[in-house]
């Protein structure tokens, strides 16, 4: 089905669905393979690792011709030239994240930049807003990641922000196939983002066992993590989640929780499930198998399209 909105239009795309710009993961191979199937691709640069980032993007450019952005994640990006870096990179969609909204906002869109800011809360939000964003991606604390300590879910935070405020959303956290994001529209998003699907895909750079656990999650194989202390996580549950789980606690004096990614790259790529903490949102018990992108795209697409006239028929 077509789609024309404000989500569209800012972007360039076909169709409003974004992935979402996690560590190590949304490179290359991934991005593009998003682009290319009509979404917008997101370079991350949560891993830190700038140079390795600028290749990535150059790469971008030689896998497709279509738009794609960069995310800043200000928690992990401290460089001061990270504005020019992107800015030299060409792309001009950028999200922010992780931090405060008015550091980066004005230098971007002087760039002729269209910025989008994370928020996990209504306050949150109207600060975006007030920073200048041109939109919010309303992050719902079922998503996976790096969270809130006090998380809002989808359901409660997307129809809050909506109603005060009147800039272009894209909904994040619990969105996996068409229903999802056609629940999303209905309370007041133009676009979703996509994360823990896109881990499973076939074109995510992560090892087999990562994916075969999403694959293998119930409804409530996700733990909250450091929800006493920031940053808070949603991780897959395993051995090690399960020992943290228990041992974050507000009397909690033990390193901090960002130790226990030291090895993320043997979890992330190595397949050692207990090396680190495999972050992914509670829509992983709703996965159920490895897909290539184009095929997850078309299938929300068409899943969209098909619950909303359902719905029309039903209730119109």
Known sequence: MPFANRITDMLGVQYPIVQAPMGWIARAPLASAVSNAGGMGIIETSSGQLDEIKDEIAKMRTLTDKPFGVNIAQAFV???????????????????????????????????????HVVPTLKAALKAIEAGVDGLVVEGGEGGGFKNPQPVMTMVLLPLVAERTGVPIIAAGGITCGRTMAAAFALGAEGVQMGTRMVSAAESPVHQNWKQAIIDAEDTDTIFLNQFGKPALRALRTKKTEHLERELTPDYAGPPVMSHMARAL???????????????????????????????????????????????????
Request: aromatic residues 8%.
């Open 266 to 316: 043997d979890l992330y790529f190595g397949g050692d499930m207990e090396a680190s903490i495999a972050l992914s949102g509670q829509v992983a018990g709703r996965i159920d198998s490895v897909k290539p992108v184009a095929e997850i795209i078309a299938e929300t697409v068409r899943e969209f399209d098909e619950t909303v006239k359902a719905m029309a028929k039903r209730y119109g």
């Open 78 to 116: 401290r460089d001061p030239g990270i504005v020019d870096f992107v800015v030299d990179q060409g792309v001009k969609f950028v999200t922010t994240s992780a931090g405060d909204p008015t550091k980066y906002c004005g230098p971007l869109k002087a760039a002729g930049l269209t910025v989008f």
